[in-house]
């Protein structure tokens, strides 16, 4: 669909062609918080092997920069708000930030002496 846009055959709007991608993001939203709100029942024993609460925040807050990013991008693509495309790219950038220091976590682990 963004091909079609890009090329001019088609008039849709902008929030359209993202739809695809909301969809997505939307279900990959839902399953995090209902993992998330899963370590909230009782009885639930942390030591089963299961990631770190805080690295799946950080993917719900990755998820939502992206959301947001596609939002803005929409809304100037639209113009529907008078925005600098620097302000639109700051979610972007701030997910991308935070992919470089979850990425230099995992390649250089935390030393544990013994």
Known sequence: MLVLKLDGKVQWNWF???L???VFDGILILMLAIKMAGRC???YDPRNGSPDLRLRAWYLTAM???LGFCL????KLEKLADVKLTFVC???WTMLLGALVELGLNI???RREA
């Open 64 to 66: 939502l920069l992206k």
């Open 41 to 43: 029942k009782p009885g």
């Open 20 to 22: 695809p991608v909301w």
């Open 72 to 75: 803005t991008l929409c809304a």
């Open 16 to 18: 359209l062609i993202f």
């Open 108 to 110: 250089f682990p935390e």
């Open 90 to 92: 700051i979610p972007l």
